[in-house]
């Protein structure tokens, strides 16, 4: 097992280092600048397009500049902003349909219950997890007036409360555990989807809203947690290949995987989006971001030629483009 024996450089090093490998600094002094406000390591994740494919040590393709580089840390940041505002009402929707399902089903305490758990849930956890929660010394304004005002109920709080208190995770967690039918069948009418692949969807989200509150790179990521794709899906799905050419100018044998990629989750969400937010426009906003970054690698997010013809996308991108698809 070697050593790590890398030293740490200066921003005047770190640009030295760059220009050896071919990087053009047309401002130097806002190179500087933009690495002492975002660091050389995270920037340098988005130096990987720009490298030549053909050569083992890493050089830039000629003419290569700096604010290549940055413009593409700025879509990736831009298009994880749009993730979030998505998938904040996707959760919400979430949230209101495991509240107002199992508490018209079970009662107020209806999470208490363990028989409307699968018997893998880990629903000892939960009971402690809220119980921490009422007892914390900071808490929610809702939580103190419970405790106070309701002495003999349980420690735990009502649905309603539990479910602001718990995270995305372990709402997808309990929602991906509920057992019995009349409940999980109420929720994926709501949403228009079987139980199991909401599961699947909801707990995919949940990671990748963490990676986006996380300012993680989205652009160019294998997902180790994808949605998984719809055994009877709809005539306008999409078509989500297994494969696609990497890049169009390389050797068609490299490849990716659109399903393990960013471009199947853009799909999920549109498609929840559709039911939760039916008059929003995100769809078309993610066209705009799109087509204002138009040298970012599509093939990297796993979007598959010929994606703007798919019936999923087609009103965002005639709305944004004028019909011209």
Request: a positive charge; charged letters at 25%.
């Amino acid at each position: 097992m070697s050593e790590y024996t890398k030293q740490a450089l200066s921003a005047d090093e770190h640009i030295a280092k760059l220009k050896e490998r071919g990087l053009s600094f047309p401002d130097e002094a806002r190179a500087r600048h933009y690495l002492a406000n975002i660091s050389y390591f995270r920037l340098s994740a988005y130096t990987r397009p720009y490298y030549r494919p053909d050569q083992s040590e890493h050089r830039f393709l000629p003419h290569t500049r700096f604010d290549d580089v940055l413009a593409l840390y700025v879509f990736d940041r831009e298009l994880r902003l749009l993730l979030s505002d998505a998938i904040e009402r996707l959760e919400v929707a979430l949230r209101a349909q495991l509240t107002n399902t199992l508490a018209e089903h079970h009662g107020p305490y209806a999470h208490l219950n363990p028989t409307i758990f699968d018997t893998r849930y880990n629903h000892p956890w939960l009971l402690e997890k809220l119980r921490e929660e009422a007892q914390a010394r900071e808490v929610e304004s809702f939580i103190a007036h419970y405790r106070e005002k309701y002495t003999a109920a349980p420690v735990q709080p009502p649905l309603w409360m539990a479910m602001e208190l718990l995270t995305f995770k372990a709402i997808s967690t309990l929602f991906a555990n509920l057992r019995q039918e009349n409940d999980t069948k109420r929720i994926s009418q709501h949403f228009g989807w079987p139980h199991k692949v909401l599961t699947s969807w909801f707990r995919s989200l949940s990671d990748l809203r963490n990676l986006c509150a996380h300012h993680m790179r989205v652009w160019n990521r294998e997902f180790g947690s994808r949605p998984v794709m719809p055994r009877k899906a709809p005539a306008d799905w999409p078509k989500v290949p297994d494969a696609i050419p990497r890049c169009a100018h390389l050797d068609v044998t490299q490849t990716i995987n659109p399903q393990r990629r960013l471009y199947l989750q853009l799909v999920v969400i549109e498609s929840l989006m559709q039911v939760v937010c039916p008059e929003s426009r995100w769809a078309e906003r993610l066209v705009q971001l799109l087509d204002a970054h138009p040298r970012v690698s599509r093939p990297h997010m796993g979007f598959p030629p010929g994606w703007e013809n798919e019936a999923l996308w087609q009103k965002a991108v005639r709305a944004v483009r004028g019909g011209m698809v």
